[in-house]
């Protein structure tokens, strides 16, 4: 009898332990994919600010900087330029490069930033460059899917 009982003992003490040990590696797995799906994730202080993607615009079109500026423009952008009843239509790549070879390094403008519409999803910002002689103004439409972005521009001059 001692054995019989000396035996349950040991099966009962065996059971408890490979449950504890399944709670535990269910407990492990949770945490390592908990830990995985965070790491793909880009924490939102790396991204641009919707002001940080504004400065970085105006300083590409007052000093001709486009550093950063592939970084802030969506794939999809459209930079519409209105020249009385034409319009001029540059994508992403084309607007990069034409500001930087024809970038106004060091000009005396003056810029002046207004918010038209925003929220926490998209934004339109108006921004003024007055230069001496004549006003530009770029109203420029930001959206946030994964950050910050300009998805389009519509540029005219007086």
């Known amino acids: 009898m001692a054995v019989s009982y000396r035996?349950?003992?040991?099966?009962?003490?065996?059971?408890?332990?490979?449950?504890?040990l399944k709670s535990m590696l269910a407990g492990i797995v949770i945490l390592f994919a908990s830990v995985a799906a965070n790491a793909a994730v880009k924490p939102a202080s790396t991204q641009p600010s919707q002001n940080?993607?504004?400065?970085?615009?105006?300083?590409?079109?007052?000093?001709?900087?486009?550093?950063?500026?592939?970084k802030?423009?969506?794939?999809?952008?459209?930079?519409?330029l209105h020249q009385g009843q034409n319009v001029n239509t540059l994508n992403k790549d084309e607007l990069i490069k034409y500001l930087a070879d024809n970038g106004t390094a060091n000009a005396a403008v003056n810029t002046n930033t207004t918010v038209m519409q925003q929220d926490d999803a998209s934004a339109?910002?108006?921004?003024?460059?007055?230069?001496?002689?004549?006003t530009r103004t770029d109203v420029i439409t930001l959206n946030k899917a994964f950050g910050w972005e300009i998805t389009s521009i519509d540029s005219t001059s007086k």
């Open 52 to 70: 940080d993607v504004v400065n970085i615009y105006i300083s590409a079109i007052t000093n001709g900087k486009t550093s950063g500026l592939d």
């Open 7 to 20: 035996h349950k003992t040991n099966n009962n003490l065996n059971i408890k332990i490979m449950k504890t």
């Open 72 to 80: 802030i423009l969506d794939d999809d952008m459209q930079f519409n």
């Open 124 to 134: 339109k910002i108006k921004v003024e460059f007055k230069y001496d002689g004549y």
